[in-house]
């Protein structure tokens, strides 16, 4: 007997092309490249989850094609294919660790480490809407090749989408255009960049993607004659000046045509330029820059250039790498064509991004890429921020165009474009941007709001009295620089906060008066303020009298003991109400915190009450401290998704001491003696103290709520029990608030 499964018909064949595939891909590699290469691919035949009975092709198909992704698409080399091979085997617990180290180093151990990590944290939640999402970018900048798989992973789940759900289609197109094509753009890898926004919009919206595809392919004829047209005396030129190169014209996305028409306003139509030529020479790397410029003048020559759409990224590349000349022209028939202008070397770097660096680069990428990892782990690493500010900072920093300014010392920087003084400050530091009053721009003073221009020195002024502001936020435009200004802002305000209660506190007991948290908080509720800690801070900024909350505090405490009726004589349900105020006292430490600890500082949450005797779980706070939930709090399914790492065990311990408020829901049909039969069951409960009654009649039907003090769920169940006897009562049922 063999543990080697038996593969038939296509899938075999399509096996055996796929491995030779690959290393047509990775340019005939060596044999020890050879023999690793072919010891994944059987390790990965072996261990892949195959059902003859229910898939119609072996799922080995769908990691051959992603490892000639790696390859061929984005230019990879030998270790990565084998983690792309690799790749479903060890997800699935199916090869050791150590065997994978031993077999085939570090390097491969250290990026399936990671690729296993990115899977199980998106397996856990929706990454890109979960707070899992930073540690899933932290990981994926730890080696810029596991990112690089799993956008190779994504877009071979975008080329195969019709397979899955109609669920599951909506929502990998949706994230694939929201984040994957972005960080793909980033990364330089223009042609799965444009790939993966086709395949998410024809998911997206059939409708209008069938739409376009429609009228290209009807105008296509048309199309391809008026490219010949417009190439052909520029061939000859170029080949009469002696270039060796290659000229493309090609039909832009359909993506980027229905971006036109969006952002336009322009029907299909009116769109001109549909499609772009491009012209890649073959140079050696010291003319490169000069021989493009030649090219360019020969083209303006024969053709009319729009001087304002010319772009070059020779003399300065972008900081993912991309370097190429474009310009727009007035071709036949006075139509606009765009011409790109680049070198073989330049078209690969284009194409492949950042690994095609690491051919030219041996093996470094640029240091712009380096830098915007750099800011990614700056904002990961912010505890502060929650998941979606970050996705749409982050997000920002994807698509944005650059312009480039130098230091006092003539260090070029480069910024997004908008990007004010106050964002190159941040830039330099975070110290720097806090203390930033303006600067100087080629000698002149400006202020903070100044947007910065390409070419231009700056030179920052500060001040040791200056310090962050709100209004900051309205002129910082990178996520780095707003990052920093709502860190500050949130350190002060908590500063301010706890100055504010101490202030509070301070006075009320010189006052001799008792402040009550609850009270307080219904106060700060009828003051309007947002927050505590928004009521906090405009004591401590002197915006709030003391002397005015206490005057509330104290008229607030009167009418709520003015508001204590004994109406339980009232013959009708109709508009019933009733309130009798107590305090919850707890006299020793009844929770036991993550399984051991007791003495932790707790309270319970709002949003569930818990009582002795629920099932319960611990959610440490940003600001410290543990809130205590119903496991079946609605909250609950949330918490566990988004903040799984935030959760701690939590059980009953000891015997119940004290009073736990709880508010029950009741319902029945109105009559003369509902009220007095409710409060009369109610009477001979002993230790059950009622807290407030409320209870509406409607068309002979009542419905109301009733909190109590109890002093655990046995007492409760036993009280619920009792009102469901209750003649005229139909239901009875605990609820959350």
Known sequence: MTDRPIYKGNDAIAIVKGYRSILVALGNPDRDSVKRIRLAFETALRNSNYDANRETHHPILRTINIALIVAGEIGLGRTSVICALLYDAVRNNKIPEDVILKTYGQGVADILNGLVKASELYARSAAIESENFRKLLLTFSRDMRVILIIIADRLETLRNLELYSSEDQDKISRESAYLYAPLAHRLGLYAIKSQMEDLSLKYNNRTLYKDIAKRLNETKRDRDLYIAEFIAPIRAQLEKEGFTFEIKGRTKTIYSIWNKIKKKDTPFEEIMDLFAIRIILETEPASEKADCWRVYSLITDKYLPDPERLRDWLSIPKSNGYESLHTTVMGPKGKWVEVQIRTRRMDEI???????????????????????????????????????????????????????????????????????????AFDIHSGVGSKCVGAKVNGKNVTLRYVLKNGEQLEILTSSQ??????????????????????????????????????????????????????????????????????????????????????????????????????????????????HNSKVTSESDILTIDNFLKGIDYTFAKCCNPIYGDEVFGFVGSMGGVKIHRKNCPNAPQMFTRFGYRIVPAQ??????????????????????????????????????????????????????????????????????????????????????
């Open 350 to 424: 284009a194409e492949k991004g950042l690994a095609a660096h690491w051919k030219y680069k041996g093996g470094k990428s640029e240091g712009g890429v380096d830098n915007w990892l750099q800011q990614i782990r700056e904002i990961l690493e912010n505890p502060e921020r929650n998941a979606i500010d970050f996705m749409s900072d982050f997000k920002l920093g994807l698509y944005d165009k650059e312009v480039y300014v130098f230091t006092p010392k003539g260090d070029l920087r480069r910024m997004p474009q908008g990007a004010t003084v106050l964002d190159f």
């Open 466 to 579: 200056q310090k962050p502001k709100l209004e900051w936020l309205k002129i910082a435009t990178t996520s780095k620089a707003r990052t920093k200004i709502k860190q500050a802002l949130k350190e002060q305000d908590y500063k301010d906060a706890e100055f504010g209660r101490e202030t509070l506190v301070r006075r009320f007991k010189n006052w001799k008066m008792n402040l009550d948290d609850g009270r307080l908080q219904k106060l700060v509720k009828q003051m309007k303020y947002p927050t505590s800690t928004d009521f906090y801070c405009a004591i401590a900024n002197s915006l709030l009298d003391v002397q005015k909350v206490r005057e509330a505090y104290v008229a607030l405490e009167k009418s709520e003991l003015e508001a204590v009726t004994d109406t339980m004589q009232t013959k009708s349900a109709e508009d019933f109400t009733v309130l």
């Open 652 to 737: 009953w311990s000891g015997k119940a001491s004290g009073e736990f408020e709880v508010t029950l829901h009741i319902t029945g049909n109105d009559s003369l003696s509902v009220i007095s039969n409710i409060s009369s069951v109610l009477k001979q409960e002993s230790r059950v103290e009622l807290r407030n009654v409320s209870i509406n009649s409607n068309d002979g039907v009542f419905q109301g709520t009733i909190m109590l003090a109890v002093k655990d769920t046995s007492q409760l169940e036993g009280i619920i029990r009792v009102l469901r006897t209750v003649k005229g009562v139909i239901s009875v049922s605990r609820i959350d608030r």
